[in-house]
C-alpha cells in the first residue's frame, strides 16, 4: 500500500492539503521518493476519479474528461489554498498520470481485451472512446517518447499542455519557464509531432 | 558533425523553426532560403517542418493531424462553387459559395478531409446535419443540403450576414432594451431543439449569430446530442480533446458538464445563464486567467451579482436561477425559461423599468418552481450571526457544552471558544494536521492526520488550558472521532482502513475492527454504531462490544463523511451525481428519503443541519418532513457543524467558525421550534 491510498480523502471529508502539499514541499527539497508517492497518490486519484464517474448507475453515457478529471484530483489532494508553485508542480504530475492512465486504457483496447471491471477504470463504458482515438493516443504517447530523448523539456510542454489540459500560462508556471518559451516550444513540437505521426508509427 | 535527429541538431532545428513560424507564412519562404546557403540540411529539416505545421491541428485541442481541405474559389463541390473562405469552426473550413441549381449564396461548411476520414467525426458532422434539419426554426440557422464528393464532405446553410454575440460583447454590456428580445431568441431556438430532445451542449456567444436584420440564429449543433451515448468531439477551441475528451467550451459549461455527468437540457439552460449573464453585465462569469480556474469557478463560484441599479430585478433572478449550480434548482427546459422571459412585464421586455412588483412576481415563480424541484434551494440565505476568526482550515469542531472547540488542521493548533458569547479563550499547539475532535465528558480528543510520519497521533486535552495530558500513536491515519458514552471511537485511512476502539480512562487500545470498506464517519444509535464507507458505497452496523459487523447497507453511491443519528433515523450523505442526502430507517435498513443536498451533518433540535461547501451556506431541514426551512450563508467551504443550542460552523477556507444563534434557527421555523421544546419537557 502506498499513500496513494489515501487518495479516499475527499473535500466533504478528511485531512486534504497537508498531505499532498508536504509530499510538494519535500519534493521541492528534493526528495525523488515524494514525488513517486505524489504521483502515486495522483494516479489513484484520477483513476478513482474516472471510474467513479464512468461507474455510476452502470450507465454506458459518460465521457472522460481529462482536463476536468485532473483539476478535480487538484482540488481533492491540493485544495484551492495551495501556493501556485505548489499548483504548477502538481498539474506537472497529474499530466503524467493522466497520460498514463489514457495509454493504459488504449494498450489494453488494442489487446482486445476487456478492461477489469469496476473499480478500475473501464473506460469501456464510457461508450464512445472508440479504436480511433485509442491509436491516436499510442501513437501520440510514443512520438512523445522520442521527443523525450531528443528533448525532455519541450516533450514535458506537450505532456503538459495536451494531457494535463493546461493553458501556456499554468504550463510556464510548472516548468518555471517563461510563457513566450512554452509557446515557441509548443509550436515547434507540433509541427516535429505531427510529422512523426504523420510518416506512420508501428502503432497504426 | 551531429546525426540529424540528435539532441544538439534538434536544438539547431528548433531554434530556427520557432523564428520562421515568428514570421508570416509569406516571408517563411525567403527565411528557409537564408539558412539553405549556409546549412542546406538544416533548411532542408526545416522546411519539412514547416510544411507539416500548416497541417498541424495538434492543439491542447486533441490530436487532429491531418490537412485541411483548402478550397480555392471557383471549386465546385456538387453543385456549390465555391466563392471566398470566410471562416473557420471545429471541424473544417467555411466558405461562401453560389448553389448554382437555384442561384443563391450560401455558407458551405467543408470538413477536414482527415476528420472526414475518422468515422466519428463524419457521423457527428452529418447527424449535425440530421439534427438541425429537423429542427426547422427562425431562430436556428437553417441547414440545406449535407453531401460528400472525393472524399470531402460538405453542408450547406443559408449564408448569415451580421456578426456573432462575442463580436457585439466586445462592445461591452448589451442594452437592455436588446438584452431581453435577445435573450427571448435564444430561448426560443434552444426551446425547439429541447422539444425534439436535443440539446445544444456548446451555446456559447461565438454559436449566436445576430443577423443585420436583428434576427437570432443558434450555430454550431455539432456538439448536440439526443439521449444516447457521448460522441467524441472535436473542436479545438472548446479544448475538446479526441483522446481526452472535454465537451462544450471552457467557461460556459455547466458543472455537470465539467465533472463529466449526463447533461440534458439543463446545462444548455445553466449556459444561457452564463450569456444572459455576460450580455447583461459584460462580464463572463466564469471566465478566469486559466481552463483550470475557470473549470473551478463554475464548480464552485458563485456568478457576481448582476449590477441592480442597472439591470432590474427579475431578468436578474432568472440569470441567477438558470445559474444554479444544482440542476433541479434551474428552469427545466428551455420552455421554462422561455416562459420565464415572457412573463416578464411587457415593460421590461423593451426597456428600462424598475418595479417590485415585478420582482416579487418572479420571485414567486423561481421559489414555485424550486420547490416543486424539490431542491430546497431558497432564493437569499440568511446571514450567521457571528463569525469567529479561528486558525487555518478548521476541519473539526465538538461542543463540551459550554465551548466549542475547533480542530486547525492548517496551524496544527485547537481554538477553544465560550459558547455564551463566542469569546476565543485560547488556541493550543496540537500534532500535526488535527481533524477529528471528540468530547468525552471530561476531556477533549484530538486525532491528529500526521501526513509523512509512521504514525499518526490521539492526543487527550486538559479542558481547561489545553495541555497535552496523553499521546497515543495511531496505526492509521485518523479521519473522525466519536465518544459512544464509554468509549472512543475512531475511523482510520491509510494503511489500516479500521475502525478503532479506545477505552478514554487511559488511552488503551482496546482492538480495531473492520467496517466493511474505508471507514469515514461514525454515528451510534445507542445500541449499535453506524459506519460510513467510501469505498464500498455502503453503510454498516456494529456491535460495539466487540466491533463484530452486524449488517451492510449499500446506499447506492460512495458513503461520504457526515452520519448521525437524530434518535429515529440515520441520516448520512453519499457521492452521488445529486450529492445526496439519505435517512435510512434502521429497524429495516431502508432508505427512505433522498435529498439532493451535499455536505456534513449535525442534528439540533427538531432540525437536521447540512452544510454545503459549494454554495458556502449551510441549510435548516425540519427532521419531521425533511422540509428544507432555511438556508444560512457562511464563510467559505464550509464543513465541519455542532450544535449545543445554537449551531456552529467551520468555514475551511475563511478560517472562521460561524455562529447562528438558537433564536434565529427557532424564528425561521417557530412552530416547529416550539413543538420540540414542548415534547422534551418531562
Not at chain 1, 515524494?34 to 453515457?61: D, H, I, K, N, V
Not at chain 2, 451535499?598 to 418532513?625: C, K
Amino acid at each position: 500500500m502506498s499513500p496513494a491510498s489515501a487518495g479516499t480523502r475527499s473535500r466533504t471529508g478528511g485531512p486534504r492539503p497537508p498531505a499532498v502539499t508536504d509530499l510538494l514541499r519535500a519534493w521541492h527539497g528534493g526528495s525523488e521518493e515524494a514525488r513517486e508517492q505524489l504521483f502515486e497518490a495522483t494516479y489513484a486519484e484520477l483513476r478513482a476519479l474516472a471510474a467513479s464517474y464512468l461507474r455510476r448507475e452502470g450507465r454506458a453515457q459518460r465521457s472522460l474528461q481529462a482536463t476536468a478529471l485532473v483539476h478535480e484530483a487538484f482540488l481533492r489532494l491540493v485544495g484551492t489554498r495551495a501556493p501556485w508553485v505548489d499548483r504548477g508542480h502538481f498539474y506537472g504530475v497529474a499530466a503524467q498520470a493522466m497520460r498514463r492512465i489514457l495509454v493504459d486504457h488504449a494498450r489494453r483496447r488494442r489487446a482486445g481485451k476487456r478492461a477489469p471491471a469496476a473499480p478500475l477504470l473501464s473506460l469501456e463504458e464510457a461508450g464512445e472512446l472508440g479504436d480511433h482515438e485509442g491509436i491516436a493516443v499510442l501513437r501520440l504517447d510514443e512520438a512523445l517518447s522520442d521527443l523525450a530523448r531528443l528533448d525532455p523539456r519541450q516533450a514535458r510542454v506537450v505532456e503538459l499542455r495536451y494531457f494535463g489540459g493546461l493553458s501556456v500560462e499554468e504550463t510556464a508556471q510548472s516548468l518555471e519557464l517563461s510563457p513566450a518559451t512554452v509557446k515557441r516550444e509548443w509550436a515547434t513540437a507540433r509541427a516535429w509531432i505531427t510529422r512523426q505521426v504523420g510518416r506512420g508509427s508501428p502503432v497504426a | 558533425m551531429t546525426a540529424p535527429g540528435a539532441p544538439e541538431r534538434w536544438q539547431d532545428v528548433k531554434r530556427l523553426l520557432a523564428d520562421a513560424l515568428e514570421r508570416a507564412p509569406e516571408q517563411r519562404g525567403a527565411f528557409v532560403d537564408e539558412i539553405r546557403s549556409s546549412d542546406p540540411d538544416l533548411a532542408r529539416e526545416v522546411a519539412s517542418l514547416l510544411g507539416w505545421n500548416e497541417r498541424s491541428e495538434l492543439a491542447t485541442a486533441g490530436p487532429g493531424l491531418g490537412p485541411l481541405a483548402g478550397l480555392k474559389a471557383g471549386e465546385r463541390l456538387g453543385h456549390y462553387e465555391v466563392q471566398e473562405s470566410i471562416g473557420h469552426g471545429g471541424m473544417g473550413e467555411v466558405y461562401r459559395a453560389r448553389d448554382t441549381r437555384l442561384g443563391r449564396d450560401v455558407a458551405l461548411k467543408v470538413l477536414a478531409p482527415d476528420v472526414a476520414g475518422d468515422p466519428h467525426a463524419l457521423h457527428r458532422f452529418e447527424r449535425e446535419g440530421r439534427t438541425v434539419a429537423s429542427l426547422s426554426h427562425p431562430n436556428i440557422l437553417a441547414i440545406f443540403d449535407v453531401g460528400q464528393q472525393d472524399g470531402v464532405a460538405y453542408a450547406a446553410t443559408e449564408l448569415l450576414h451580421g456578426e456573432n454575440l462575442r463580436q457585439c460583447l466586445e462592445r461591452g454590456p448589451v442594452p437592455l432594451a436588446q438584452a431581453v428580445p435577445l435573450a427571448r431568441q435564444i430561448a426560443s431556438g434552444l426551446a425547439a431543439a429541447h422539444a425534439r430532445g436535443i440539446v445544444h451542449r456548446d451555446l456559447k456567444p461565438e454559436n449566436v449569430f445576430l443577423t443585420s436584420s436583428g434576427t437570432v440564429k443558434l450555430l454550431d449543433f455539432g456538439l448536440a446530442k439526443r439521449a444516447g451515448p457521448l460522441e467524441a468531439p472535436g473542436q479545438p477551441e472548446s479544448l475538446a480533446t479526441r483522446a481526452g475528451l472535454v465537451l462544450g467550451t471552457i467557461g460556459y459549461m455547466a458543472p455537470e458538464q465539467v465533472r463529466g455527468e449526463d447533461v440534458d437540457a439543463r446545462a444548455d439552460v445553466f449556459t444561457f445563464g452564463v450569456v444572459l449573464h455576460e450580455m447583461l453585465s459584460g462580464v463572463a462569469p466564469f471566465a478566469r486567467t486559466t481552463p483550470a480556474e475557470s473549470l473551478a469557478a463554475i464548480l464552485r463560484d458563485e456568478a457576481p451579482p448582476i449590477d441592480e441599479a442597472r439591470v432590474p430585478t427579475p431578468i436578474a433572478l432568472v440569470a441567477r436561477k438558470c445559474l444554479a449550480k444544482d440542476p433541479a434548482a434551474r428552469f427545466a427546459t428551455a420552455a421554462d425559461l422561455l416562459g420565464a422571459l415572457d412573463s416578464l412585464p411587457r415593460r421590461l421586455r423593451t426597456s428600462v423599468y424598475r418595479s417590485r412588483r415585478a420582482a416579487a412576481a418572479v420571485l414567486a415563480l423561481v421559489t414555485l418552481a424550486a420547490i416543486a424541484s424539490q431542491s430546497g434551494v431558497r432564493a437569499r440565505p440568511r446571514p450567521a450571526d457571528t463569525t469567529i476568526p479561528v486558525g487555518r482550515q478548521p476541519e473539526g469542531l465538538v461542543s463540551d457544552g459550554r465551548h466549542v472547540w475547533v480542530a486547525n488542521n492548517r496551524s496544527n493548533s485547537v481554538t477553544k471558544i465560550r459558547s455564551a458569547d463566542g469569546a476565543v479563550l485560547g488556541e493550543f499547539r496540537v500534532g500535526g494536521g488535527p481533524m477529528g475532535l471528540a468530547w468525552d465528558g471530561a476531556h477533549v480528543w484530538v486525532a491528529n492526520h500526521e501526513w509523512l510520519q509512521d504514525h499518526s497521533t490521539l492526543m487527550r486535552l486538559d479542558p481547561t488550558d489545553g495541555h497535552v495530558l496523553a499521546t497515543l500513536s495511531t496505526p492509521g491515519q485518523p479521519m473522525n472521532l466519536l465518544f459512544d458514552g464509554a468509549h472512543l471511537w475512531l475511523t482510520e485511512t491509510w494503511p489500516t482502513y479500521l475502525l478503532r476502539k479506545i477505552r478514554p480512562s487511559d488511552g488503551a487500545d482496546l482492538g480495531a475492527f473492520t467496517a466493511g470498506g474505508t471507514p469515514r464517519s461514525i454515528a451510534f444509535d445507542g445500541e449499535s454504531l453506524w459506519v460510513s464507507n467510501r469505498a464500498l458505497a455502503s453503510v454498516t452496523k456494529l456491535r460495539p462490544s466487540d466491533g463484530r459487523l452486524l449488517r451492510a447497507v449499500d446506499v447506492g453511491a460512495s458513503a461520504e463523511a457526515g452520519l448521525v443519528f437524530d434518535g429515529t433515523h440515520v441520516w448520512g450523505f453519499r457521492h452521488a451525481p445529486g450529492r445526496e442526502l439519505f435517512r435510512l430507517r434502521p429497524q429495516d435498513l431502508v432508505i427512505d428519503l433522498e435529498l439532493p443536498l451535499p455536505g456534513r451533518l449535525v442534528v439540533g433540535g427538531p432540525w437536521l443541519f447540512v452544510s454545503d461547501s459549494t454554495r458556502h451556506w449551510v441549510t435548516q431541514v425540519r427532521r419531521r418532513d425533511a422540509a428544507v426551512v432555511a438556508t444560512w450563508a457562511v464563510g467559505r467551504d464550509p464543513g465541519p457543524l455542532a450544535y449545543d443550542g445554537d449551531l456552529w460552523v467551520a468555514n475551511r477556507e475563511s478560517h472562521t467558525v460561524s455562529r447562528i444563534a438558537a433564536r434565529s434557527l427557532a424564528a425561521v421555523d417557530p412552530e416547529e421550534a416550539v413543538a420540540f421544546g414542548r415534547d422534551r419537557q418531562p
